[in-house]
């Protein structure tokens, strides 16, 4: 079992930087897949980015390719999302979800999940 809470969201002007952090219960963090995902008003969850148990893999949804940058910090049970070159189509509720199923795919299942963080970017 692992609960998780995202912080770091906010109000940003378009072009500009956010960094959001996901904070981990539970001594077994660097057993789970790490991923992000975002939902915007009146659409699907979708998919963001997600790292390996010991950070060493990650992947990206192309939207944000190149822009953003996910990481984590097994010391301190953490993952982040850096986030650079906002847009206002990158307005969502962002989640961290956590499991212990090896594998990256963009349309894994995950078993836990956070409350979310809002990002909103204006243009």
């Known amino acids: 079992q692992v609960q998780l809470v995202e912080s770091g969201g906010g109000l940003v002007q378009a072009g500009g930087s956010l960094r959001l952090s996901c904070a981990a219960s539970?001594?077994?963090?660097?057993?789970?897949?790490m991923g992000w995902f975002r939902q915007a008003p009146g659409k699907e969850r979708e998919f963001v980015a997600a790292?390996?148990?010991?950070?060493?893999?990650?992947t990206y949804a192309s939207s944000v390719k190149g822009r953003f940058t996910i990481s984590r910090d097994n010391a301190k049970n953490t993952v982040y999302l850096q986030m650079n070159s906002l847009k206002p189509e990158d307005t969502a509720v962002y989640y961290c979800?956590?499991?212990?199923?090896?594998?990256?795919?963009?349309?894994?299942?995950?078993?836990?999940w956070g409350q979310g963080t809002q990002v909103t970017v204006s243009s």
């Open positions: 790292i390996s148990e010991n950070g060493g893999s990650t």
């Open positions: 539970g001594r077994t963090f660097s057993r789970y897949v």
């Open positions: 979800a956590a499991d212990e199923y090896k594998g990256l795919q963009p349309s894994r299942r995950y078993d836990y």
